[in-house]
């Protein structure tokens, strides 16, 4: 296990770089993101398996999430508090090379397209998702989910600890809050959402905007739908990650048209978490295994055991006695924000960020 | 721990004091306190009520005259007892003649509960006497005034109301997870965040502009750098 620890700050997201085996770029809110700058710092690891900051960029609010530029090796983009998105060159000192500001409140996710490279998508409190060439100061596109029925739970309410700087202090009250956004790795001109009011929503690129352009379907029971991604293998499966602690995983094809019936999914990870997971992510090397970090302050790797072999087999992870757990990684103090997958060498290394400051590197397959 | 910064809630309250001890006290006592007959007992049993009612619903659902009302009302009673009208669903004479006497309690009721000099006060702006009920208008807001300005003052002594909000979300924080028996909760406990959250609920630290402060003043973790939106200007954009 590699380390290294930002000190003053606490991390919330984390990607490898997609050129460079060794670099990270690792976003950051100071004293918990209570209040203060943000920072994104630049991680190399030399060959000594030490890591080291190459660059770092202070920022006047707290930085959410990171993507690097798919066609730049030196671009990196990041979400930031004030409603901005900013692309740093990792060349340069101190200030961004772009700012696209458009959000009315703040950015929690950007992420960029893996397969049309020249545009990247971002999703905001202010309950919309936009589509951004970096290229164009303004965005290409801005996608609203419909408005939808707020489902509220008689039994209680949780408040999640997403930010605490005092203009965020109404983040968690807002169900239209859209806290991560993706595009498909399979498909350019589809992308997926998830909010506030429990909802996934997948949006067709290609159609005009419109009620028809999108599907959405009730993810957690009316919770906060914090997390989603696609499986990288197959292009109808994605996983989410809510309040409710549940993981669950979803078939789009098998989700209801017209939310006339509730859609059901295709697996569950229950109980794998004791708070809520903050993000989930299907792996690049297997079709079946995806990461979960949580409120827990762990780092879960779990294998989808309804899918094996190129085939769906019908169970469900609730007939492993660890729930498909493979590794759980516990060396964290704090919540556990980000995390990603290396694309690089043996399969199975992961970065991982907290609010504890720490950036750990480790390999869920070696024991 | 309760919050009671919010300003409505304090206006509220002091209108509530001021209706009572200011306003109120120019009641005199008697029609403050009506004699204790029940009008639904003398009314039930055919009595006749010439005191005052006791019932304080009633109060709220009658609407305070105008202007002296007891001569138009009994026009208007008159008029309409006079009328003759042959209706099969009419009350019986019994039941008519009971409600009558509960009309006519009621009207004596309102014009004798509300004073005279308070009448007009509220109803009639323009007045006989202005000079003298400015005076009055005056004293009973400086009095209202000088209980908020007393509230304000022991409020900052203390902290700004964000404060108390900031302060009261971190004990929600720390209450929630100590309350919850799982594994996790010992590790929540030796958290730093939690500590912190401990802190801020308990009030040893504060937010004093983007910064944490002990009470002492001193910084709390990071210092804040105000940073501008300047930009590299680059080329790469052409190439993309």
Same mark, same amino acid.
């Given at each position: 296990?590699?380390?290294? &620890? ?16 060794? !670099? @990270? ?17 630049? @991680? ?27 066609? $730049? ?12 998105? !900013? @692309?740093?060159?990792?060349? @340069? ?42 290229? !164009? ?30 203009? &965020? ?50 993810? $957690? ?65 297997? =079709? ?26 019908? *169970? ?6 660890? !729930?498909?757990?493979?590794? *759980? ?12 997958? =290396? ?25 | ?21 200011? +306003? ?8 403050? +306190? ?8 003398? +009314? ?8 005052? %009612? ?36 009419? +009350? #019986?004479?019994?039941?008519?003649? %009971? ?34 009920? #400015? /005076? ?7 009095? %209202? ?7 304000? #003052? ?8 964000? #404060? ?40 040893? /630290? ?5 910064? %944490? ?28």
């Amino acid at each position: 296990m590699l380390g290294y &620890h930002i000190p003053g700050y606490s991390g919330y997201g984390v990607q490898y770089s997609p050129f460079f085996d060794n !670099r @990270l770029a690792v976003v950051s809110g100071s004293n918990f993101g209570l209040v203060g700058n943000g920072k994104l710092f630049i @991680l190399d690891i030399d060959p000594q398996g030490k890591i080291h900051e190459s660059n770092s960029f202070l920022t006047q609010d707290c930085l959410f999430d990171v993507a690097w530029n798919e066609l $730049h090796e030196n671009q990196v983009l990041v979400a930031q508090g004030d409603g901005s998105l !900013r @692309l740093f060159d990792t060349k @340069l000192a101190q200030y961004p090379i772009a700012i696209f500001k458009e959000h009315q409140k703040e950015v929690f996710s950007c992420n960029w397209n893996l397969l049309n490279k020249n545009t990247f998508v971002s999703s905001s409190w202010d309950g919309t998702v936009k589509i951004w060439s970096p290229t !164009r100061k303004d965005s290409l596109l801005t996608l609203t989910p419909q408005p939808l029925k707020t489902v509220n739970r008689v039994d209680h309410s949780m408040n999640i600890p997403m930010s605490n700087q005092r203009n &965020h202090a109404d983040i968690t009250r807002n169900k239209n809050c859209i806290y991560q956004a993706q595009f498909s790795p399979h498909d350019p001109n589809l992308v997926m959402c998830c909010s506030g009011n429990s909802y996934i929503t997948i949006f067709d690129l290609r159609q005009p905007p419109s009620p028809t352009n999108q599907r959405n379907f009730l993810g $957690h029971s009316g919770l906060e739908a914090l997390t989603c991604d696609f499986n990288k293998y197959r292009p109808h499966t994605i996983a989410t990650g809510g309040v409710d602690n549940v993981i669950r995983i979803w078939d789009l094809r098998m989700t209801s048209k017209n939310n006339s019936s509730p859609s059901i999914c295709v697996n569950e990870v229950v109980g794998g978490h004791e708070l809520a997971v903050r993000k989930v992510c299907w792996s690049p090397h297997h =079709s079946n295994i995806f990461l979960s970090t949580s409120y827990d302050m762990t780092c879960c790797v779990w294998q989808d055991v309804s899918y094996t072999d190129r085939r769906s087999t019908g *169970k469900t992870n609730s007939i492993d006695p660890n !729930r498909g757990c493979r590794f *759980k990684f516990t060396q964290h103090s704090e919540f556990v924000y980000g995390a990603d997958w =290396s694309l690089w060498g043996q399969p199975g290394y992961i970065a991982s960020t907290a609010w504890d400051g720490n950036v750990f590197i480790w390999n869920a397959f070696q024991r | 721990m309760s919050c009671q910064s919010n300003p409505l809630q304090q206006f509220v309250g002091k209108s509530d004091r001021v209706g009572t001890a200011g +306003f109120g006290a120019r009641f005199n006592s008697q029609e403050q +306190f009506p004699p204790t007959r029940s009008i639904e007992h003398s +009314f039930l049993n055919g009595q006749k009520n010439d005191g005052f %009612l006791e019932n304080k619903f009633l109060e709220v659902q009658q609407p305070s005259p105008v202007f002296p009302a007891e001569s138009v009302s009994n026009v208007w009673l008159n008029q309409f007892s006079s009328m003759k009208l042959e209706d099969p669903l009419e +009350f #019986d004479n019994e039941y008519k003649k %009971l409600y009558a006497g509960y009309q006519s309690q009621q009207t004596r009721r309102n014009v004798a509960h509300v004073s005279p000099a308070l009448h007009r006060s509220i109803y009639q702006p323009v007045m006989r006497n202005p000079v003298a009920n #400015d /005076v009055h208008f005056e004293q009973e807001f400086e009095a %209202l005034e000088r209980e908020l300005q007393d509230d304000k #003052d022991e409020l900052l002594d203390e902290e700004s109301p964000l #404060d108390y909000e900031f302060q009261k979300i971190a004990s929600d924080i720390v209450n929630s997870t100590s309350n919850s028996p799982s594994p996790v909760s010992s590790k929540l406990s030796g958290s730093k965040f939690m500590g912190l959250m401990r802190d801020i609920s308990g009030g040893l /630290v504060s937010m004093r502009s983007n910064e %944490l402060r002990k009470s002492d003043g001193s910084v709390v973790g990071n210092e804040f750098t105000p940073v501008m939106d300047n930009m590299h200007k680059t080329n790469d954009f052409d190439v993309l």
